[in-house]
C-alpha cells in the first residue's frame, strides 16, 4: 500500500493524468471526496477499496428518480443502523476543526448510469466494463449551527455481496452527479441534495446499498441503506 493516502483529500488537478497517479497510490479502504466544483471541464479518478463483511444481496437498485426523504426513527441514529431508502436519519455532524452541528441524512436513491457516462473522463482501459451507479443523498440541518460550506462527504456504495464499491471521485462539476458543499445560510431547516458515484465491476453486478461512515461513525460501522 502507497504512503500516500487520499483520504479525505480536496484534489486539485489540473488533468485526467494527474487524478490517475492518485488513484493508483490511493490506500485500500480509503475514502475520497469530491472537490469543490469548478468551471472547467470534469476529471475523474477511480480509487480503489477493501471489501468489508456485508449483508446479503438486496433487490433494490433504483434506475428512477430519487425518492423523498421519509421520517426515520425516533432519536440518535447508532452505527450500524440500516435504514430504507428515504428515510432520514439524525446524527451529530463535525466537519474541520469548528463546525459542528446535528443533521439528518437520507439515501434517497442508487440510479444505474451508462458505461458511456464515463467518457468525459478518459479514463480508458481503467474503467473498461464497469457501470456507474449514482447514490443520490439528501441532507438536512436539524441543529442550531450555520453549517455554511461545510461538505457532507464519507457516502459510499455498497455492491450485492456487501463488498465496497470501487468509488469515481469528479474534480469539476458533472451534471449526471452533481456535489457541492452545503450553501452559505445553511441553517435550521435548510436542505441540500447530493450524490457520489459507485463503479459496479461489470454489468451483471448491481450496486445495492450505501454507506455513510463520517464521524461519528467508521468504515463497514456506519450507517446503511438498503
Given amino acids: 500500500m502507497s504512503t500516500f493516502s487520499t483520504r479525505n483529500t480536496a484534489l486539485a488537478a489540473t488533468g485526467v493524468a494527474v487524478a490517475a497517479v492518485l488513484a493508483l497510490s490511493g490506500c485500500k479502504g480509503g475514502n475520497e471526496e469530491a472537490a469543490p466544483a469548478k468551471p472547467s471541464s470534469p476529471t475523474a479518478q477511480p480509487s480503489e477499496s477493501a471489501t468489508q463483511p456485508g449483508d446479503s444481496a438486496s433487490p433494490y437498485a433504483s434506475d428512477s428518480a430519487s425518492t423523498p426523504a421519509t421520517g426515520g426513527g425516533a432519536g440518535t441514529a447508532k452505527a450500524g443502523q440500516q435504514f430504507k431508502m428515504g428515510e432520514q436519519a439524525q446524527f ?14 437520507a ?7 451508462e458505461p458511456a457516462d464515463l467518457a468525459p473522463f478518459k479514463l480508458g482501459d481503467k474503467v473498461k466494463g464497469m457501470v456507474p451507479y449514482y447514490v443520490r443523498y439528501q441532507v438536512k440541518n436539524v441543529g442550531t449551527s450555520d453549517l455554511s460550506f461545510a461538505s457532507v462527504g464519507h457516502v459510499k456504495g455498497h455492491l450485492g455481496d456487501g463488498s ?32 457520489v458515484i459507485a463503479l459496479a465491476p461489470s454489468a451483471d453486478t448491481k450496486v445495492t446499498s450505501a454507506e455513510y461512515w463520517g464521524d461519528p461513525f467508521t468504515l463497514g460501522k456506519g450507517l446503511t441503506w438498503k
Fill in 92 to 105: 451529530p455532524f463535525t466537519y474541520g476543526t469548528t463546525t459542528k452541528g446535528t443533521i439528518s441524512l
Fill in 107 to 113: 439515501v434517497t436513491a442508487i440510479e444505474k448510469g
Fill in 164 to 195: 465496497e464499491a470501487q468509488e469515481l471521485t469528479v474534480i469539476g462539476t458533472f451534471e449526471k452527479c452533481p456535489s457541492d458543499s452545503l450553501p452559505k445560510g445553511f441553517t435550521n431547516g435548510k436542505v441540500q441534495t447530493g450524490c
